[in-house]
């Protein structure tokens, strides 16, 4: 069971914009506030080291971290004016505590890549299968949930409003979210795409320095599956 909001129910309350363009925004804004709540943690023992890579998992297979098993299953490719979407359609089952867990939380565990090309895409929205229409919240403890995990890819990344011609030359962007991946650099288009590649990562609880409990990935990577995207 999934706490979601159907279009028909409140429509002007929804969280997580159903417009594709602000749903990458919403995702970009996503990773610069999991970046700030990450460097003012206090780790205790600290972050593990990464291992080797597993290999590929086949669609279908359970994939698992100390905090929720993904299963995914199946990929298709979305595409309209603003850029292109991939959906999902994957369990999540959350194992690891007892209480409901954020999407944005679960999302922050997995990095999906474009193929070919490898462009990152991070933190999907989320909606139920048996309601597309509906946006997922939280998934519920101990309940395997049928998913649609939404990663969105603009057109035109909206992070490139934030910096001017001068100051992108400089780096300003690689100085807020990170050096970009040279072999990402230029990005895809979505006649390019054929698949994506979900990494999911060791997930870890730690405390902030005000004392409240936060999930982060760490560098291990317990599962990768590779899924061919069907157009739609």
Known sequence: MVHHAGTDENPGRSLIPQNRLARVAVASAAAAVLAVAIGGV??????????????????????????????????????????????????????????????????????ARVLPGGQEIRFPSASAVRYPASTTFDFQPH???????????????????????????????????????????????????EGIEIRLHEAEKIQTRDGQDLWVDTPVVVGVVELSVERI
Do not use: C
């Not at 290999?55 to 850029?83: I, K």
């Not at 011609?165 to 979210?177: H, I, K």
């Open 42 to 111: 206090a780790v205790f023992g600290g972050l593990e080291s990464a291992d080797a890579t597993p290999r590929p998992s086949s669609p279908g297979d359970e994939m698992r971290n100390t905090l929720f098993a993904l299963t995914p299953h199946e990929a298709q490719l979305v595409t309209d004016e603003y850029g292109f979407e991939i959906h999902v359609r994957a369990d999540v089952e959350v194992h690891g505590v007892d209480e409901p867990v954020t999407v944005q939380t679960v999302g922050s565990t997995m990095v």
């Open 143 to 193: 309940m395997r949930d049928e998913t649609a995990l939404i990663w969105s890819v603009a057109a035109d990344s909206p992070l490139d409003d934030l910096f001017t011609e001068e100051e992108t030359a400089e780096g300003g962007d690689a100085e807020l979210f990170g050096p970009k991946d040279e072999a990402t650099e230029e990005g895809v288009t979505a006649e390019d795409v």
